[in-house]
């Protein structure tokens, strides 16, 4: 039976090289010589360090600016309050992957709802759909696009 995952994920190695990117960037710029504007990456965290709130946002800029021109997907990037002190102004980018289990439950909703012949399944971080048919697939495929979904969802694992 044919099948496919709908999953969502990271690509790691595009993330470090967009924080390189915008680490090279900072460093270059007039507006942030002789400052203490950085960037600090920690697994799947990004912590952004300058001396005001202002820099702050321009510090966001950047690294969004560098993710999307890599290819990585900015809506799975969760922003903390920036964290301002006197000599000091910090914020945290949570990059989240992976689906958790009420997200799971409402892509399967989705797929129930549109009443498609096709079975979803909830397999850990992903859901597997199942059908009889190629087109089947692809149609549940379309409806996920097509949905407003928090979290960037891709399609791999397509097997006939």
Request: proline share 2%; glycine share 4%; net charge negative.
């Amino acid at each position: 039976m044919p099948s496919f995952d709908v999953v969502s994920e990271l690509d790691l190695h595009e993330v470090s090289n967009a924080v390189d990117q915008a680490t090279r960037e900072v460093s270059t710029r007039f507006d942030f010589k002789g400052t203490k504007a950085r960037f600090e990456l920690n697994e799947s965290v990004v912590t952004l360090y300058a001396e005001a709130e202002f820099q702050l946002q321009q510090l966001m800029d950047i690294l969004e600016g560098k993710l999307i021109k890599r290819g990585v997907d900015i809506a799975c990037m969760e922003k903390s309050d920036p964290d301002v002190n006197v000599s000091e102004a910090r914020q945290t980018a949570t990059l989240r992957q992976g689906l958790e289990s009420l997200q799971a439950k409402q892509l399967v909703k989705m797929i129930k709802e549109a009443k498609l012949k096709v079975q979803a399944a909830i397999q850990g971080e992903k859901v597997r759909i199942t059908g009889k048919k190629r087109d089947d697939l692809q149609a549940a495929i379309a409806v996920l696009k097509d949905a407003e979904f928090e979290m960037p969802l891709q399609y791999n694992n397509f097997r006939d």
